[in-house]
């Protein structure tokens, strides 16, 4: 359960990050407040977790997920540039990911 907590939570981290963009410095109503709804419940889930797992791996996994999806959705959604080495770099994130993932252990 700690672990879908930290996927949810990296999820979440995706969607502040890609809202601090829409944001544009914090001057958009509602692109600010759901930066904040998604930051609040991604670092409160994260900290959640870390009652059970340990710091090093959940935190890899948190970021690395909200650095795969911030990436990804960019690319897809907001005319980021698509190349190959960025989609080889995300590819490896998201290895790293699953291996620390398994290799975590709960308390």
């Not at 809202?19 to 904040?36: D, E, I, N, Q, Y």
């Not at 340990?54 to 959705?73: L, M, S």
Request: charged share 5%; hydrophobic share 55%; net charge positive.
């Amino acid at each position: 359960m700690a672990w879908l907590l930290v996927v949810v939570a990296g999820i979440l981290e995706t969607g502040f990050a890609v809202c601090l963009k829409l944001s544009h410095g914090f001057t958009r109503l509602w692109p600010t407040v759901a930066f904040a709804s998604f930051a609040l419940g991604s670092f409160g889930l994260l900290t959640l977790s870390l009652k059970k797992l340990d710091v090093g791996p959940a935190y890899a996994v948190w970021t690395g997920i909200g650095a795969a999806g911030t990436a990804i959705y960019g690319m897809v959604f907001l005319g980021d540039l698509v190349s190959t080495l960025k989609i080889v770099s995300i590819s490896f994130v998201i290895v790293g990911i699953i291996g620390l993932q398994l290799s975590g252990s709960a308390h």
